[in-house]
């Protein structure tokens, strides 16, 4: 990712007990669905602040999603 001339890292991908979706900007809410579900962990859940996905958007059981 590069924005404002910033040279990031790349990310590792890992496997993570939680992600937390906090934005609600379009590009995230298009881009993001098919990322989220490989971030995480057998057990994992989304916590998703901003009620942008639903379980079935993500492929997740209700048990792995959580929104405000």
Excluded: C, Q, W
């Excluded at 992600?19 to 057998?42: C, Y």
């Amino acid at each position: 990712i590069n924005y404002f001339d910033i040279k990031t890292p790349p990310l590792e991908m890992k496997k993570f007990d939680a992600v937390v979706v906090s934005v609600a900007h379009r590009e995230f809410s298009e881009s993001l669905p098919g990322i989220l579900k490989n971030l995480l962990a057998e057990d994992g859940f989304i916590f998703d602040v901003k009620s942008i996905f639903t379980p079935e958007k993500l492929g997740l059981n209700i048990e792995s999603y959580r929104a405000l």
